[in-house]
């Protein structure tokens, strides 16, 4: 059975820092790439980081600098270090597995996590 289990999120201001955490089933984080993903209200799912198997990473434009996805293959578990947050950063996070194409492309799997909210506000 595939599971993602998130944790992390909250309430921050502006300017502050947050850790999310997912935490994967031993045989799914094995294998696969994970990424993290966000929705922000009124506004569609967009890929917020990938990160492959041997540690290859792609970040979206806007958090690059800001975010740092890490993996621990002892805890099965993926982090998102997330510095320097921003209003515009507001959204819930969901984990996923997915895997990259032969030119970098992070795609998903259609495992994901319940999701947790991260709200960046004064």
């Known amino acids: 059975q595939v599971q993602l289990v998130e944790s992390g999120g909250g309430l921050v201001q502006p300017g502050g820092s947050l850790r999310l955490s997912c935490a994967a089933s031993g045989s799914i984080f094995k294998v696969n790439a994970m990424g993290w993903y966000r929705q922000a209200p009124g506004k569609g799912r967009e890929l917020v980081v990938g990160?492959?198997?041997?540690?290859?990473?792609n970040y979206a434009h806007s958090v690059k600098g800001r975010f740092t996805i890490s993996r621990d293959s002892a805890k099965n578990t993926v982090y998102l270090q997330m510095n320097s947050l921003k209003p515009e950063d507001t959204a819930v996070y969901y984990c996923?597995?997915?895997?990259?194409?032969?030119?970098?492309?992070?795609?998903?799997?259609?495992?994901w996590g319940q999701g947790t909210q991260v709200t960046v506000s004064s």
């Open positions: 990160i492959s198997p041997g540690g290859f990473t």
């Open positions: 996923n597995a997915g895997y990259y194409d032969t030119r970098g492309t992070y795609h998903s799997r259609g495992y």
